[in-house]
Every structure is written in structure tokens, then in C-alpha cells.
């Protein structure tokens, strides 16, 4: 006999995680071909924050918001780190 699978799509979702640098964490339960700028906007407006002045880390490096979250590498569990831009740096006499 054959088993009767129903027709519905099962579309895994992932566990992920971003920290911010007060150390606070916001889960997402998201599809693995999400954008990530979806969960990025949605987390600058959960914590009051300009996207704009945003970036996200993973493993040291920035994230692409343009990519989705299997197309940047990330997996179930997986914590992105969200830091504020901050420009120059540099030394002056």
C-alpha cells in the first residue's frame, strides 16, 4: 500500500538569533529563503533603532541584507550580532 502524504507544504523554518550589544536577544522563526533585511528592519523597529546605522555580524563578518538567511550561510540556532556604524577612527594630531 502507498502512504497518502498530504499535499501541504512543509517548509522548515529556523531558529534565528540577534544579539545586541547591550546583550539583549531577539529570536526569529524564519524560512531559510527569507531576505534578511526582513528580520533586520523588523528588529531596528522592535529596539527603536535607524536601520541605517545598524550593521549585522555573523562570525565577525557583515551580513548581506540583500542575500537570504541559507544564501548568507546561516543555520538553525545561528546568532547574528547587531552593532551600531560608527565612522573614522583614525588619529589626529
Avoid: W
Avoid at 497518502?4 to 546583550?23: C, F, L, Y
Avoid at 527603536?48 to 542575500?67: E, H, I, N
Amino acid at each position: 500500500m502507498s502512504e497518502n502524504k498530504s499535499p501541504v507544504d512543509e517548509t522548515t523554518t529556523i531558529e534565528i538569533h540577534v544579539q545586541s550589544q547591550d546583550g539583549s536577544i531577539i529570536i526569529f522563526n524564519v524560512s531559510p529563503d527569507t531576505i534578511t533585511k526582513k528580520i533586520f528592519k523588523i528588529y531596528c523597529k522592535k529596539k527603536q533603532m535607524d536601520y541605517k546605522t545598524v550593521r549585522f555580524l555573523f562570525d565577525g563578518k557583515r551580513v548581506s541584507p540583500a542575500k537570504t538567511i541559507d544564501e548568507n550561510g546561516l543555520k538553525n540556532g545561528d546568532e547574528i550580532v547587531a552593532v551600531l556604524h560608527q565612522d573614522g577612527g583614525g588619529f589626529t594630531n
